[in-house]
C-alpha cells in the first residue's frame, strides 16, 4: 500500500468479492455529540445604553426575551468599529492579526491594516464546517477588500471561500435597506420586491435566514449549525416602516441630555452600571483635540425645529432598531417552534458604539459624511416627514450617539473610551446555561466569541489547517462565565484598542487612554496625553488618577506598546475619512486613463468603475436612435449622489446630483433626429470649493456640437460606501435622476457602448475616434 493510502485498513484483491473495503479514511466528520447551534446575531452601531435591557428606550421585546431567560454582559467590549470588530468574530484574532485595523474602505498597505485575511488565521466556519457543522452566514459582510466587490472580482475572501455553506447579504459597510445591494452565495442579484411591495432588508434577511435552516433541517435534521446574523441595523441609512417610527412619536422629545440623565437611572436600577456611577461631559475632549465633526451642540441651546428634527432622527432609528429585533423574533419563535431552541446557543450583541457619523446636526444623507461635506439644517428640516423612507439616507446628530453610549466619554471610533467598544451582549442557551436572567459583570471583548463557541462545542482550534501554522487564538472563552457568580473575576488579562489614531488598553481591571481624536489628521501620537482609570470603580471612566498613579500609567503605556508590536497594530493612522477612503490601492485591474462599458451588463462597483472623483472628464456614447428613443446610457450613483446621462422626451440630458442636495444639476439639448449619434458630456475641473468639492464648467454634446453649457459642482468622495454602481442602458433600483423612474432601459435603437475618459484629452478628439467606431458597426 503507498503512503497515499497508508490509512486505508481493508483488503485490496484483484477481484472485489475477494477485498474488504474500509470507509472510515473517507467519511466525513461528524459534530461532538450534543453539540448546539449557535446563532450570532450582530447589529451595527449601538451603543450600551440604547435596548431595553439594559435600561435603554427602544424596545427590544425578542432581546428581551432571551435575556430574561440568559445572561446579560455589562463589560463585553468591541473594537469600535465594524470591519475590525467582525474581523475579531470571525477568527478569534485580534483585528490587527486579521489584517482588519480599519475598515476595509481604509486599507492602507500595512500588515496590520492590509485588508485581507492571512492563512493562519482560520475562521469559525471554516473549523466549524470540518467539524460537522452547516454554515450560514446572512446580512452584513464588510470584511471583504474593496477591490473584490465586483462581479469579476477575486473570491477569495468571500463568505463560501472562508468556511459558509451559504450566504446571502451585502458584502459592504452598509447599503440602502429599500434598495439592497445583494450577493447570493458568490453573486450579485436583484432585491426580491420593491418597497412598495412591502420589502424591507431586515424582513428579507430573516426570510432567508429562516430558508437556509428549514432547508437543513428537512434533509440533515442531525446537524448542528452555526449562523451568523448580521442585520443592517443599526448601522445608517436608518429606515423603518412608518407604524414602528410611529411607536416612538414624542419618546425622545425630552432630548439627549435628558435621556442621558434618565437612562444612567435606569442603568443603576438594573445593575448594569455599580450606583454613583457618574455621567461623563457630552464633550469631554479638549478643543485643541477634538474634532469638530464630533461636537455636541446642548439640547438646551436648540432651537424649538432643531428640537423636533433631532427627536424625530432618534424615533426612527428606534423604529429601525425594534423592526429589525422582531424579525430576530420570527427566527427564535421558529427554534422554540421546532424544538430547537433548547440548544441553540445564542449571542445577541453589537459590533460598535453608537454612530457619531451624523454630524452636529444629523443628516438626510449620511454619505457627506464621507466627502467631508457639512450638513444643512435647513435641507434636513425639509425632509422632516419622509425621514425613515427611501427618500432618504437619514443619520441622527451626534447628541445621541453620546446619549446612546451612556455614561461613557465618546462614541463609534473611539477606541480608548467605553463609548465605543461598550456593547450590549446577551448569551442564551437553556440547555447549557443555568442561569436566568442574571448579569454578568466579567470584562470581555469581541475576540473571545470564537473562543467561546469552540469551548461550547468541544473543538479545538487545530495548530494547523491545511498545511499552514496557526497564529493562536487571541481569545478567551466566557464559558466559564455561564455558571460563574455575577461578579466572579474575570479570566480575561489584557486588551489593547487602536482604531483611526485613538488607542488605549485595559489590563486587570485598569484603563489607559490616550487623548487623541479620529480622523483628525493633526498627527504628533508622541505628544498624546493619557489619562488612566481604574474601571473596577469606575466604569463609566470619568475620573482620571494619571496624576495620582503615574506608575500605574507607566506600566499601562508600556503594555500598549508591547501589544502593538506583537499584533501589528503600527503606524498610527488618524487621517480625515475622505483621506482614507480615496487612498490609492492595487487593483486587479489597474486604472486607465480610458474605459469603455457597454449593455446587457451587471452594475460595476464603484471600487472597480471608472474615477472620475476630483478630475475632468468626458462621457461618450455611440448610439443609433430610432423614433422614440428613450432610456439611461449611463448612471454611476443613486438619488443621495450620482450623474447620469439619459434620453427622455427626444432630447439628451445630463443631470449630476451632488450629494443628492435640490436642485439637480442639469443640461439638456434640443430634439434628438433619429440615425447614428455620438452623445456625450465633458466636465472640466477648474477648481475646489470651500470644502474641496470641484468646481468648473459641464458642457453636453450631440455629435461635435455643444448644445448645452454652465457650472457644476462634483463629488470628490464616493458616491456610495457600496452598491449603486455604474450602469450602461439602466439605472439601479434607486435612481440618479428625480427626472425619471427605474430601471428606465434604453429602448428605440442601438446602444453600442459608453466610453468614459479621463486623460485630459480634449472632447473632440475623443468625439471623432467614438464616431469611427460607430462608421465600423
Known sequence: MSEFNADFSGRIELDVRDSVPDWSPYELPVAPEGAPNVLVVLYDDTGLASWSPYGGRINMPTMDRLAQAGLTYTQWHTTSLCSPTRSTMLTGRNHHVNRAGVIMEGTNGFPGFAGRLPAECATVGQILQQNGYS???????????????????????????????????????????????????????????TPEEGYHLSKDLADQALRMIRNQQSSNPS????????????????????????????????????????VLARMVEKGIVPEGTALTPINPLPDDVANPADEVRPWDELNDDEKRLFARFAEVFAGFSEYTDAQVGRIIDYLEESGQLDNTLVFYCADNGASGEGSPNGSVNENKFFNGYPDDLAENLAMLDRLGSADTYNHYPTGWAVAFSTPFQMFKRYSQFAGGTCDPMVIHWPKGIRAQGELRHQ???????????????????????RGVEQHPLDGVSMKYSFDAAPDAATEKKTQYYSMLGTRGIWKDGWKAAAVHAPLTGKGHFEDDVWELYNVEVDRSESNDLAASEPEKLKELIAAWFEEADANF?????????????????????KPRERYVYYPDTAAVPESVAVNVRGRSYKIIADVVLDEGAQGVLFAHGSRFGGHSLFIKDDRLTYVYNFLGIP???TFTSEELTPGPHTLGVEFVREGAGEHGESLGTATLYVDD???????????????????DGLCIGWDSADPVSSQYGVPFPFTGGKLLGVGVDVSGEQYLDLELEAAAMLSRE
Not at 459597510?173 to 439592497?180: A, C, D, K, L, M
Not at 455643444?706 to 458616491?719: D, E, L, N, T, Y
Open 135 to 193: 454554515t450560514f452566514w446572512v446580512g452584513k459582510n464588510h470584511n471583504v477588500p474593496e477591490e473584490d466587490v465586483a462581479p469579476g472580482g477575486n473570491r477569495s475572501m468571500w463568505p463560501l471561500q472562508l468556511g459558509f455553506d451559504r450566504f446571502y447579504g451585502f458584502l459592504g459597510g452598509e447599503t440602502n435597506n429599500w434598495y439592497p445591494d445583494l450577493v447570493e452565495d458568490n453573486h450579485f442579484i436583484d432585491a426580491p420586491a
Open 569 to 589: 497594530v503600527l503606524p498610527l493612522d488618524d487621517r480625515s475619512a475622505r483621506e482614507q477612503l480615496t487612498i490609492d490601492r492595487p487593483q486587479a485591474e
Open 223 to 262: 446537524k448542528p449549525w452555526y449562523m451568523w446574523f448580521c442585520p443592517g441595523a443599526n448601522h445608517a441609512p436608518h429606515h423603518a416602516p412608518q407604524e414602528y417610527i410611529d411607536k416612538y412619536r414624542g419618546a425622545f422629545d425630552d432630548g439627549y441630555d435628558a435621556y442621558r440623565e434618565w
Open 705 to 723: 456640437q455643444a448644445v448645452a453649457s454652465g457650472p457644476m459642482r462634483a463629488q470628490i468622495g464616493k458616491f456610495t460606501l457600496c452598491g
Open 663 to 665: 436642485p439637480e444639476q
Open 443 to 465: 470584562y470581555h471583548h469581541s475576540v473571545d466569541v470564537v473562543a467561546t463557541v469552540l469551548d461550547v462545542v468541544g473543538i479545538d482550534m487545530p495548530e494547523v489547517f
